[in-house]
């Protein structure tokens, strides 16, 4: 069965610094989908890809996907405090299907 | 705009006992609806998915079953409550292919 790892899985940086997470698939995906979630709280939709080598930006976090298809880097410039949060990746399982998989998610912290 | 709510927020529950979950979606019609379960340390795990009203599909065999009373309504619930039952619960609605999460119910069976 197809599975996301994401790395790392925890990241501690000072304000203003930037930083990059990624998410590798274990076979080709069909929209690759960014979330951030607060602790205890509900998922928010960042951005969703599905071609190869797209890439979308919102505010400072922009998001690529490579050529192949199988990994995905979201990437924060001059991150805020603001910016902390666990980021997730998700993909749909098959192309066409209902059923997500999601990645473990990425522990970020900003140090004001 | 589209709303998602989930309620309550935290329940606390006896091993034993029953639930109920529910979620409701507002400014949409006929989405798609989904249950997930986010344990501690872990992704989150798909547990049921829904097209339409009373259809619904089965992700992961357990003592947990859904309900869609009506179409922008989506209820979890369970007879007996284990402690693995323990963790976030979340519910999400989809339209195309992105899916958009509500707060989450946090339930603790002790």
């Known amino acids: 069965s197809q599975e996301l790892e994401q790395s790392p899985q925890s990241l501690i940086v000072q304000e203003g610094k930037n930083l990059t997470i990624n998410c590798t698939s274990s076979?080709?995906?069909?929209?690759l989908y960014w979330y951030k979630q607060k602790y205890g709280e509900g998922l928010i939709f960042l951005m969703m890809?599905?071609?190869?080598?797209e890439e979308k930006s919102h505010e400072k976090i922009t998001a690529k996907l490579d050529e192949k298809k199988q990994q995905s880097s979201l990437h924060i410039t001059a991150s805020q405090p603001s910016h902390a949060g666990i980021y997730l990746c998700?993909?749909?399982?098959?192309?066409?299907?209902?059923?997500?998989?999601f990645g473990t998610g990425t522990r970020l912290k900003v140090l004001a | 705009s589209q709303t998602i709510h989930q309620w309550p927020a935290t329940l606390v529950q006896p091993v034993g006992s029953p639930l109920s979950l529910e979620c409701t979606v507002e400014?949409?019609?006929?989405?798609?609806l989904y249950w997930y379960r986010q344990a501690a340390g872990r992704g989150l795990q798909l547990l049921f998915y829904?097209?339409?009203?009373?259809?619904i599909s089965s992700e992961v065999p357990q003592n947990l079953s859904a309900s869609r009373p009506q179409d922008r309504q989506f209820i979890l619930s369970s007879k007996k409550l284990l402690l693995s039952d323990s963790g976030f619960y979340l519910c999400?609605?989809?339209?195309?292919?992105?899916?958009?999460f509500g707060p989450g119910t946090r339930l603790t069976v002790l």
């Open positions: 999400a609605w989809s339209v195309s292919s992105t899916q958009y």
């Open positions: 076979k080709t995906l069909y929209g």
């Open positions: 890809l599905q071609k190869g080598g």
């Open positions: 998700g993909a749909a399982a098959t192309s066409g299907t209902y059923k997500y998989i």
């Open positions: 400014g949409t019609s006929n989405p798609n």
């Open positions: 829904s097209v339409g009203i009373g259809q």
